[in-house]
């Protein structure tokens, strides 16, 4: 019969044996070893590991004011760094991150490179490299005026460099050469406002970087057209952000057969396969947006696709896979059958036809100018969370209330936050003089809710509306919403004060009607609330006006409606 013999042996180890354990292990994983257990916690404290190294010129100079000449407070800095450094390498010290923010004039990089010998020697996991020059400009950056960072002989110096950031610099092949066999453990390569010479240079990076996953671009200047990132095999995570200069023009992906994440909001054209495994996705100008997405992204689980002063005349949006769609243009048709989508926002000027099949929908928003003349929703009714937002840009009518009310019926059942606010990108003269003009016809007065809506409204205004134009907005916005609250901010005196007088003449006046009144709101409340802030106004509608003009407090009003009056 045998017995397992549970005993811990590996604690009995000489100390020495634990540290060579822990050297052949990444930085983050070392110290995740002490919580193993006590013996492995003593461990790891005397195993001894840098976690952040921050050498930064410019704070060390603004630290040093007036105790030196510039030139003397930049020695002092470089020995203070190049010390630390000669120290860590001798005693064989672990780095987890090294940033080095340094300072150049004079285009005397010399300095700069005695530095970067000493990281090639520095067992570091994660390091970022910052290069200021007097003449650099983030918008403008010039080959003369940067670093020409040494990336290949710092990559393949260094087996446990996992992330690398380099700000600033030059990266060209003419410095240094690739060494056949020679690689990089790097995993993770962030280039900010870099100047990448050539294909030769990106060639090198992936030959040298075969492991690379994640790849950021950000304000970059390139000397050529294309930027192919299929050489990086290994790529799962891609991104070009920011304004991207120099000759580059285009961005291709296709044969990217490990890309899941690609944002590029940069304004280039985007080379891709119909095949590609990609995501989740983030576009911002560009074509391909308008059309079927699902069908050049099939595998698409979350998407945020933005355009701006351009239209498209439809989009189309239609998988099982996707969970989180946002969508900021203005396609004229917007077509969404997603089964399994949790998360749908639009925002835009407005859509004249909207179809959204999404059973499973968490919560929809929509921001736009316009209400969609045409509208038809499958939702879950107990679930969904339905914000609107509409920014009214122009004049109202009758009619505009009207295809509101029709709108709103669309979505009954649901729980709305809608809000409701001026366009705050026109002039305040312009704003001022809006028209909004409401009358019920024979159309309109067809139209009458059948049950308590439970509709949350918000009105917020930058610039006083005239006496008649609030009468008619909050007669129209009202009657078509027939809201469970209003919450008012902001100059909205006229709404207040319209919405006080009419409160009052309800309480003086009782039940006016005998049915169900179309034309007059007020007719239909059979209970309300005032508030202003935490203060109930009810009982004291008269002062409420001058308490919203004088208070910060947002003015609240509680609706209960009674339909059913015969």
């Known amino acids: 019969m045998y017995y397992i013999n549970h005993k811990d042996l590996i604690s009995k180890l000489p100390e020495e044996i634990f540290h060579r354990i822990l050297s052949f292990l990444l930085i983050k994983d070392a110290i995740r070893t002490s919580v193993l257990s006590k013996t492995w916690k003593y461990v790891c404290s005397s195993y001894k590991i840098v976690q952040s190294l921050y050498f930064d010129e410019t704070l060390f100079a603004s630290l040093s004011a007036q105790r030196g000449q510039d030139q003397e407070i930049k020695d002092r800095f470089m020995n203070s760094v190049n010390n630390r450094l000669l120290t860590i390498n001798q005693q064989h010290t672990p780095v987890l991150e090294l940033t080095l923010n340094l300072v150049v004039n004079n285009a005397d990089f010399s300095h700069v490179d005695r530095l970067m010998n000493l990281v090639r020697q520095t067992r570091v996991e994660e390091l970022c490299i910052f290069v200021q020059t007097k003449d650099f400009c983030w918008y403008d950056i010039c080959a003369d005026t940067c670093y020409n960072f040494p990336y290949l002989e710092i990559l393949v110096s260094s087996k446990w460099l996992q992330s690398l950031t380099v700000r600033a610099c030059r990266l060209s092949s003419t410095v240094g050469n690739y060494v056949v066999g020679m690689y990089s ?8 406002h870099v100047m990448v010479s050539d294909e030769e240079t990106i060639s090198n990076l992936a030959s040298s970087c075969p492991l690379i996953e994640l790849l950021e671009f950000k304000c970059c200047t390139f000397g050529m057209k294309t930027l192919t990132l299929s050489i990086f095999h290994k790529l799962k995570n891609a991104y070009v952000e920011g304004s991207q200069n120099g000759r580059i023009c285009e961005v291709d992906i296709r044969e990217c057969v490990n890309l899941e994440s690609f944002s590029c909001t940069a304004h280039l054209e985007l080379l891709f396969s119909s095949d590609n495994p990609i995501r989740d996705l ?19 689980e979350k ?143 067809t139209i009458r809710p059948s049950q308590q809506n439970n509709v949350h409204l918000k009105v917020a205004r930058q610039y006083h509306l005239r006496k008649r134009t609030s009468a008619a907005f909050v007669d129209g916005l009202v009657w078509s919403t027939y809201p469970s609250t209003l919450t008012i901010l902001g100059y909205c005196n006229g709404i207040v004060e319209y919405l006080c007088k009419k409160l009052a003449s309800k309480g003086r006046d009782g039940c006016c009607c005998e049915q169900f009144c179309n034309k007059f709101w007020w007719h239909n409340i059979e209970d309300f609330e005032a508030t202003s802030g935490n203060e109930d106004m009810k009982e004291n509608l008269a002062s409420m006006v001058k308490v919203h003009n004088n208070s910060t407090e947002n003015s609240c009003f509680t609706f209960k409606w009674h339909f059913d009056l015969h």
């Open 185 to 192: 453990s790097l995993k993770h390569l962030w280039l900010s």
């Open 303 to 445: 998407a945020k696709l933005v355009t701006e002063d351009i239209d498209a005349d439809w989009f189309k949006a239609a998988n099982y896979h996707l969970r989180k769609l946002e969508i900021e243009f203005d396609p004229h048709e917007i077509y969404v059958d997603c089964p399994n989508l949790r998360y749908f926002k639009y925002r835009g000027c407005g859509c004249k036809k909207v179809f959204i099949d999404c059973p499973n929908l968490r919560e929809l928003l929509y921001e736009g100018d316009q209400v969609p003349s045409l509208l038809k929703l499958n939702l879950p009714t107990d679930k969904c969370l339905v914000k609107l937002h509409f920014r009214l840009s122009c004049d109202l009518d009758t009619s505009w209330f009207i295809r509101f009310k029709v709108f709103m019926e669309h979505i009954a059942g649901q729980k709305i936050y809608l809000s409701i606010g001026f366009d705050s990108r026109f002039d305040p003269w312009i704003q001022s003089r809006i028209q909004v003009e409401f009358e019920l016809n024979e159309f309109g007065a």
């Open 282 to 300: 983030h576009l911002v100008d560009n074509y391909i947006v308008y059309g079927d997405l699902t069908a050049d992204f099939p595998l698409l």
